[in-house]
């Protein structure tokens, strides 16, 4: 039997509708590729979207259809997250850093029946439009130079129609957006985002706990929009009413004038992010942005980092996830015993990677054979399983489900819990390093590495030993101008991690791999150095 509320079916659409009715003049401003800024608000993005649903109609989509985007973060790009879920259709935000292959692999996989891009990707295009048959329009969001000649232009495109259009109806749980993971192994695989699990997510990430907006709250994100949506921000910004900032560019002096123009309060984004912004700071010699949250995710966020921002009277929120999670899995910041806490303390809290939002739950079993569930004890390491509404069943068009009978995906990383909920990542299942039937973490080995004055990156894996099964190598990247050697970095390493953890050896290369999402590629690290032995091995 049912209860006595109204329906209400969970589509993304309510955001801008709630946001243009509760928000309407609540600002949304651009700052563009060429220097340009624009204004909008948010009525004005749920006008846009409308008319970018009807436009979509007219080229002849149908719900389901599916139409990519290959942007970076502005007002347009927004517009076309609501214009695209708003007549049912898929919106697949494209990383355009990924490689020729991936690219053309993804679009296709996808069906992808309308690309629309910004004018700095007009290269891609060009290089990829014979490789993606089954794409049948282009369309560029920026209306100026750059784009290629007779390309359209998304405002003419849009400005065609009137906006007379009342969003599709479907159900909760058809497709609104599609993200490919970076595919460190195989192929990319296409998480499809529902109306629902979106709608769920960015509530959950409105609590105090995550990203815990409030009307004055102005959010700059830097996390990319085609990177897991952004971390769900423009939907639960949308839900709370937010002013937003884009950059279209990353140049940390774009992003700290924006800050400061702006009255930007929050910020999200991908260590690096942070890391330039301090180096730019650093060389103009002026104080960090007066933000109030930061929230850093995607990498660990490294001890230093932390505690230049809470120095700063900046709250730091370290959050994990993955495009498989939507992202958000786990928020760290202020816990119920915080004031009690010394500095020091809080910064080791907030170095691990926070306790989950209410919807998904945690649990971590053991390495060897993925059957045993581990206890939360703060000791024992595990690989890392999720479950919840806004994780992954089955990836788009796969087989088969990629989760356990009970529900639970197998999120790939290793980690620790907490007894009070904290999720302590110490690595990656295909990264840990199996030595003498024991493991040991190799990202605790680069964490530890980096702090090393000489060192400017760290990545670490395992080589075959004929005795250990595997022990540790690092790579490692000296800072320009710095010398050090193999028995400095060992020296250092050698009272912070465990001595059978040591590095069997240290070497120095001028650069390690990166992923298109800037994480190091161990993949691309082994295959680089795949007839590597260790020393007492030859
Ligand atoms: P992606 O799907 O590209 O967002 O990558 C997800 C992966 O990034 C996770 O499985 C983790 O390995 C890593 N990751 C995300 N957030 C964090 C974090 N806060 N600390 C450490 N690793 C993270």
Redesign the pocket.
Known sequence: MLGAMQDWTMRVTHVVDHAAREAGNREIVTRWADGSETRTNWAGIRRDALKMAQALERLGLKPGDKVASIAMNHSRHLVSWFGVAGMGGVLHTVNPRLFEDQLEYIVNHAEDRVVIYDAMFQPIIDLMKDRWPKVEHYICFDPGPGRAEGATSFEDWIGAEDGDYRWAEGSERDPCMICY??GTTGNPKGVQYEHRSTLMHAMAGLQSAAFAFSAASVMLPVVPMF??ASWGLPYAGGMAGIKFVFSAVNDPAVLHEMMIKEGVTDSAGVPTVWLAHFQYCDAEGIDLPPLKVAT??????PKSMIERLMKSGIRVQ???????TS?IGTVGGPTHDWEQMSFDEKVAKIQM?GRPIFGVELRTVDLDNFTKVLPRDGKTSGALQIRGPWVVKRYFKAEEDAVTEDGWFD???VGILHPDGTLQ?TD?TKDVIKSGGEWISS?ELENAAVGHPAVAEAACIGMAHPRWDERPVLFVVRKPGQECDAESVIAFLSDKVAKWWLPDAVEFVDDIPH?A?G?ISKKDLRARFADYRLPDTE
């Open positions: 993971t970076s990177h897991a850093i995710g995607g990498s660990a966020a370290h959050a994990w996830g993955m495009t498989e992202p990677q999120t790939g990383d990542l990656r990202v992923t999402t994480k």
